[in-house]
């Protein structure tokens, strides 16, 4: 399977499905590449060149889409219009006024949400997702997108597959391709062809992009890469984008849902306007003004402005994010699943004791013990490895035994593995004598030991239960010298046990408090033994529940999983596969999953949760799968970066209720009092400004302080919700607009400029300062307390509003100085606003469902987030380099 020299693929293999039907030499061929030595690097490049990046994706802070998102509302762009032929007209005083406050309002969003996207580039810039290659001879890493049809790539367990793939050198491998066709068994894997014309789901002889590697591992051929590969071509009809997350998806929606009714209502304006024969231009820019500020214009910059913020407040918190869109994800958690060692326990193992089995030493379990392990090197010195038997070669008690395996040579080694829990070593002495020495979970020992001591059961249970951690040596002798098999592990004679204490962490209680008061639901998985798990949780006070093993979850189908892990605490002895199938299972219950892991044999578990944790002291292929990464594992750094994912929600819900509540109640107080005024109620060119002022207050939300009690609960996307308080709040602000008419005309007798003037100021008055009242549930709102920005903005804003009437552009503008007693009844009515807001949200919150009952998760939301793994940032790489 050689040929002479790399050649152009020649278009017979145009993707993965016509690949799978093809022999594996005639795809080699096709790609002129050979197995063992794959591409060169000038060939690499060559085809970067030609193929492009492998993503599905990209996120970079360009100019011009930015600026193209502030600027493609249709009603922006008619108003403009409407404008320009004013200022044909004759009208150029308001024509050049509503240009530039137009202007001025789309350079602020502009700038904030550029800022936010280049944060995002940034934060993005720093994430590698790297897979092994061969190229030029040798097997190097290489960053995910830097991948060529043509590769030879190889796969292990967890990794996620980084292309389209045609295998054609398989061990054992299994692929999770959920992701792609909904299936929730892993697939087998192999090298043969399939006949033409085989279903995506039945391409056993390739390996898909986006899917999980479940078991075994692998070697192929890349046939397809970005949007040429099957996972590519689904993921382009999605919404990518990296900020697109199911709450930014509804916000899109929610906004739409206001273009429509503003749409309706302004043409109704426009026409009550006609016919009571105004100007036809004056009414047109009146009814888009109108139009214009019921739309929340400032939304996609106020959340890329919440995130980006949110990220950076989280570094600081030793909480890092590969994505904005996690900060979200994490707050909407509700099930934490984590490991025990180094999370609730201090992860600093300390070797206790022996305990010999029959007429054992202590002294000989202890010798046998250091003999069996995978982390020595020929001349005895530990070196990396498993944490147990790093503790056992450091602990005192093993210094004059240190030297034992000197006298020892080893001929062979039969791993440590999940399902087995056990290493084997064969080993033979200097008289000649060859000796299996097996160690691992007790369990897993005993079961393939003869003639076990009641004395023996008695003390591992007694060793649990005081929540130690134990592993059991047996040996027998042995008659073959080769490499030890599974099959070997039979009739052993148990020596005794090796007794470890990993102690739990100090903190470790006060974090499951702050969890369990943020509303999460805390589970434990581990491959420890469920007594000693138990024990831990009950020390640090975890909410008390049952334990299954593995064993027990193999007796239990899909529904009597996700219906026993409501009341359980412990998942015990469980394999990687049975920690993704427990998450998978609570994610189909609509939950807002997390899990917490650091090892390869978590990886699969990271993949399939809403959000994977890792911790800085993670494995690569860990770290690769998360999400999230702790610089400190520890629960209390958990705790931080959930509260700020809904801080950061919530600020952001701020800003939606205000606008929605507000400007629907100003919109109809416009469209009520065009029926009865011979004048329109306020100019184009006032609407607008009112709304750049009432817009450049709400940007300091994201600054905002959060209640305690909001923090409490997951946060999630509720548009039933906002519906309802835009439709019951609304209506305040009317009254107060219609007071305000009343007052204008009945008291003051005011001409067209000062009763504009009049309701400009209290509009921006009540509309502004009702966010004191409005971004709490507490009643009365001043016993919670505003960050300084927002107060500083909402006060500076209505105090520049109430100024610009006296000022020497209030001609210009069309605004009239108001008398001094319009102050004091403006003074009235705020406090009358914001009083009977109070009243309402008392009733309003009393009578809101506690939990909105809308479903949270699709199966678009998880190809969306596996999508982002295959995103290109502007940053340098170089396509023909790898790190060997």
């Given at each position: 399977?050689?040929?002479?020299?790399?050649?152009?693929?020649?278009?017979?293999?145009?993707?993965?499905?016509?690949?799978?039907?093809?022999?594996?030499?005639d795809?080699?061929?096709?790609?002129?590449?050979?197995?063992?030595?794959?591409?060169?690097?000038?060939?690499?490049?060559?085809?970067?060149?030609?193929?492009?990046?492998?993503?599905?994706?990209?996120?970079?802070?360009?100019?011009?889409?930015?600026?193209?998102h502030?600027?493609?509302?249709?009603?922006?762009?008619?108003?403009?219009?409407?404008?320009?032929?004013?200022?044909?007209?004759?009208e150029?005083?308001d024509?050049?006024i509503?240009?530039?406050?137009?202007?001025?309002?789309?350079?602020?969003?502009?700038?904030?949400?550029?800022?936010?996207?280049?944060?995002?580039?940034?934060?993005?810039?720093?994430?590698?997702?790297?897979?092994?290659?061969?190229?030029?001879?040798?097997?190097?890493?290489?960053?995910?997108?830097?991948?060529?049809?043509?590769?030879?790539?190889?796969l292990?367990?967890?990794?996620?597959v980084p292309?389209?793939?045609?295998?054609?050198?398989?061990?054992g491998?299994?692929?999770?391709?959920?992701?792609?066709?909904?299936?929730?068994?892993?697939?087998?894997?192999?090298s043969?062809?399939?006949?033409?014309?085989?279903?995506?789901?039945?391409?056993?002889?390739c390996?898909?992009?986006g899917?999980?590697?479940?078991?075994?591992?692998?070697?192929?051929?890349?046939?397809?890469?970005?949007?040429?590969t099957?996972?590519?071509?689904?993921?382009?009809?999605?919404?990518t984008?990296?900020?697109?997350?199911?709450?930014?998806?509804?916000?899109?929606?929610?906004?739409?849902?206001?273009?429509?009714?503003?749409?309706?209502l302004?043409?109704?304006?426009?026409?009550?306007?006609?016919?009571?024969?105004?100007?036809?231009?004056?009414?047109?820019?009146?009814?888009?003004?109108?139009?214009?500020?019921?739309?929340?214009?400032?939304?996609?910059?106020?959340?890329?402005?919440?995130?980006?913020a949110?990220?950076?407040?989280?570094?600081?918190?030793?909480?890092?994010?590969?994505?904005?869109?996690?900060?979200?994800?994490?707050?909407?958690?509700?099930?934490?699943?984590?490991?025990?060692?180094?999370?609730?326990?201090?992860?600093?193992?300390?070797?206790?004791?022996?305990?010999?089995?029959?007429?054992?030493?202590p002294?000989?379990?202890l010798?046998?013990?250091?003999?069996?392990?995978?982390?020595?090197?020929p001349?005895g010195?530990?070196?990396?490895g498993?944490?147990?038997?790093?503790?056992?070669?450091?602990?005192?008690?093993?210094?004059?035994?240190?030297?034992?395996?000197?006298?020892?040579?080893?001929?062979?080694?039969?791993?440590?593995?999940h399902?087995?829990?056990?290493?084997?070593?064969?080993?033979?002495?200097?008289?000649?004598?060859?000796?299996?020495?097996?160690?691992?979970?007790?369990?897993?020992?005993?079961?393939?030991?003869?003639d076990?001591?009641?004395?023996?059961?008695?003390?591992?249970?007694?060793?649990?239960?005081?929540?130690?951690?134990?592993?059991?040596?047996?040996?027998?002798?042995?008659?073959?010298?080769?490499?030890?098999?599974?099959?070997?592990?039979?009739?052993?004679?148990?020596?005794?046990?090796?007794?470890?204490?990993?102690?739990?962490?100090?903190?470790?209680?006060?974090?499951?408090?702050r969890?369990?008061?943020?509303?999460?639901?805390?589970?434990?998985?581990?491959?420890?033994?469920?007594?000693?798990?138990?024990?831990v949780?009950?020390?640090?006070g975890?909410?008390?529940?049952?334990?299954?093993t593995?064993?027990?979850?193999?007796?239990?189908?899909e529904?009597?999983?996700?219906?026993?892990?409501?009341?359980?605490?412990?998942?015990?002895?469980v394999?990687?596969?049975?920690?993704?199938?427990?998450?998978?299972?609570?994610r189909?219950?609509?939950?807002?999953?997390?899990?917490?892991?650091?090892?390869?044999?978590?990886?699969?578990?990271?993949h399939?949760?809403?959000?994977?944790i890792?911790v800085?002291?993670?494995?690569?292929?860990?770290?690769?799968?998360a999400?999230?990464?702790?610089?400190?594992?520890?629960?209390?750094?958990?705790?931080?970066?959930?509260?700020?994912?809904?801080?950061?929600?919530?600020?952001?819900?701020?800003?939606?209720?205000?606008?929605t509540?507000?400007?629907?109640?100003?919109?109809?107080?416009a469209?009520g009092?065009?029926?009865?005024?011979p004048?329109?109620?306020?100019?184009?060119?006032?609407?607008?400004?009112?709304?750049?002022?009432?817009d450049?207050?709400?940007l300091?939300?994201?600054?905002?302080?959060?209640?305690?009690?909001?923090?409490?609960?997951?946060s999630?996307?509720?548009?039933?919700?906002?519906?309802?308080?835009?439709?019951y709040?609304?209506?305040?602000?009317?009254?107060?607009?219609?007071?305000?008419?009343?007052?204008?005309?009945?008291?003051?007798?005011?001409?067209p400029?000062q009763?504009?003037?009049?309701?400009?100021?209290?509009?921006?008055?009540?509309?502004?300062?009702v966010?004191?009242?409005?971004?709490?549930?507490?009643?009365?709102?001043f016993?919670?307390?505003?960050?300084?920005?927002?107060t500083?903005?909402?006060?500076?804003?209505?105090?520049?509003?109430?100024?610009?009437?006296?000022?020497?552009?209030?001609a210009t503008?069309?605004?009239?100085?108001?008398?001094?007693a319009?102050?004091?009844?403006?003074?009235?009515?705020?406090?009358?606003?914001?009083?009977?807001?109070?009243?309402?949200?008392?009733?309003?919150?009393g009578?809101?469902p506690?939990?909105?009952?809308?479903?949270?998760?699709?199966?678009?939301?998880?190809?969306?987030?596996r999508?982002?793994?295959?995103?290109?940032?502007?940053r340098?790489?170089?396509?023909?380099?790898?790190?060997?």
């Open positions: 399977m050689t040929v002479s020299a790399p050649a152009q693929p020649t278009g017979s293999v145009t993707g993965v499905v016509s690949a799978a039907a093809l022999p594996v030499a795809v080699l061929q096709e790609f002129g590449v050979a197995a063992d030595r794959g591409l060169p690097g000038g060939e690499v490049a060559r085809r970067q060149a030609q193929f492009g990046p492998n993503a599905v994706a990209s996120h970079r802070a360009r100019f011009l889409p930015v600026l193209w502030q600027l493609r509302s249709p009603l922006l762009a008619l108003l403009l219009i409407a404008s320009v032929a004013s200022y044909l007209v004759g150029r005083s024509a050049v509503i240009g530039l406050i137009v202007g001025v309002s789309v350079g602020l969003g502009f700038v904030n949400e550029y800022r936010a996207e280049k944060a995002a580039e940034a934060l993005h810039s720093q994430i590698r997702h790297r897979t092994v290659v061969i190229r030029d001879g040798r097997p190097g890493s290489v960053d995910v997108i830097e991948l060529v049809p043509g590769d030879v790539v190889e292990r367990i967890g990794d996620i292309a389209d793939i045609r295998l054609f050198d398989v061990a491998l299994e692929c999770d391709e959920s992701v792609l066709t909904g299936e929730s068994l892993p697939v087998d894997k192999h043969a062809p399939v006949p033409a014309g085989t279903p995506l789901a039945e391409l056993s002889g390996a898909l992009m899917t999980v590697v479940r078991a075994g591992s692998g070697s192929g051929i890349v046939v397809a890469t970005g949007a040429r099957e996972f590519g071509r689904i993921a382009a009809g999605l919404s984008h990296l900020l697109d997350t199911e709450f930014q998806v509804g916000l899109r929606r929610f906004s739409m849902l206001l273009v429509y009714v503003a749409g309706t302004t043409t109704s304006i426009f026409v009550i306007n006609v016919v009571l024969h105004k100007p036809i231009i004056d009414a047109l820019l009146f009814s888009l003004a109108i139009a214009v500020g019921i739309t929340p214009q400032l939304l996609p910059a106020v959340v890329s402005t919440s995130l980006a949110g990220s950076r407040r989280m570094g600081r918190r030793k909480v890092l994010v590969k994505r904005l869109v996690c900060i979200e994800d994490l707050g909407d958690v509700d099930v934490l699943f984590t490991d025990k060692t180094g999370t609730l326990t201090q992860g600093r193992i300390h070797y206790m004791r022996a305990v010999p089995a029959g007429d054992n030493t002294d000989t379990v010798r046998w013990g250091l003999l069996c392990t995978e982390n020595t090197t001349d010195q530990p070196i990396g498993n944490p147990l038997d790093q503790a056992l070669w450091q602990s005192p008690a093993a210094v004059g035994e240190r030297t034992a395996p000197a006298g020892y040579t080893r001929l062979g080694v039969l791993p440590f593995d399902e087995r829990r056990m290493v084997t070593v064969l080993v033979r002495d200097t008289a000649g004598h060859v000796t299996l020495v097996t160690k691992g979970a007790p369990e897993s020992v005993l079961d393939r030991c003869s076990v001591p009641a004395a023996a059961h008695d003390a591992l249970a007694a060793e649990f239960t005081a929540g130690n951690r134990v592993v059991a040596v047996a040996t027998r002798p042995a008659d073959s010298s080769g490499p030890p098999q599974p099959a070997d592990e039979h009739d052993l004679r148990l020596l005794g046990l090796l007794v470890f204490l990993d102690p739990p962490k100090h903190d470790a209680a006060q974090a499951l408090r969890l369990a008061d943020l509303g999460i639901a805390v589970k434990v998985v581990t491959g420890d033994n469920p007594t000693v798990a138990a024990k949780c009950r020390d640090l975890l909410a008390e529940g049952g334990a299954l593995g064993t027990d979850l193999d007796a239990l189908d529904p009597q999983l996700a219906a026993a892990i409501a009341h359980t605490t412990v998942f015990a002895r394999t990687p596969e049975d920690k993704a199938r427990i998450v998978h299972a609570q189909r219950g609509g939950r807002g999953v997390a899990f917490l892991g650091d090892g390869v044999n978590d990886a699969l578990a990271l399939a949760a809403d959000v994977g890792s800085d002291s993670a494995t690569d292929v860990a770290k690769d799968a999400d999230v990464i702790l610089l400190e594992k520890d629960l209390d750094v958990l705790a931080d970066g959930v509260a700020e994912g809904r801080r950061i929600f919530a600020n952001t819900i701020k800003y939606v209720l205000m606008g509540s507000s400007n629907f109640g100003n919109m109809a107080s469209a009092a065009s029926l009865f005024l004048f329109l109620p306020m100019l184009p060119s006032q609407i607008l400004l009112n709304n750049l002022l009432y450049t207050s709400q300091a939300i994201p600054t905002d302080n959060v209640d305690e009690e909001q923090l409490r609960r997951p999630h996307w509720d548009i039933g919700f906002i519906r309802r308080f835009m439709l709040f609304g209506p305040f602000s009317s009254v107060f607009d219609f007071l305000t008419f009343g007052v204008m005309l009945g008291v003051f007798h005011s001409g400029e009763f504009r003037s009049g309701w400009f100021v209290e509009s921006l008055a009540t509309q502004t300062l966010i004191f009242a409005i971004r709490t549930r507490r009643i009365p709102f016993r919670s307390h505003p960050s300084l920005p927002l500083l903005a909402a006060l500076g804003v209505v105090t520049v509003g109430t100024l610009i009437p006296a000022t020497p552009m209030a503008l069309g605004f009239h100085p108001l008398p001094g319009f102050f004091a009844a403006l003074v009235g009515m705020v406090i009358g606003y914001l009083a009977l807001v109070e009243v309402g949200k008392r009733i309003f919150y009578a809101a506690a939990v909105p009952g809308a479903p949270r998760y699709s199966s678009r939301r998880h190809l969306r987030r999508a982002a793994y295959f995103t290109t940032a502007r340098r790489h170089n396509p023909s380099s790898a790190e060997p």
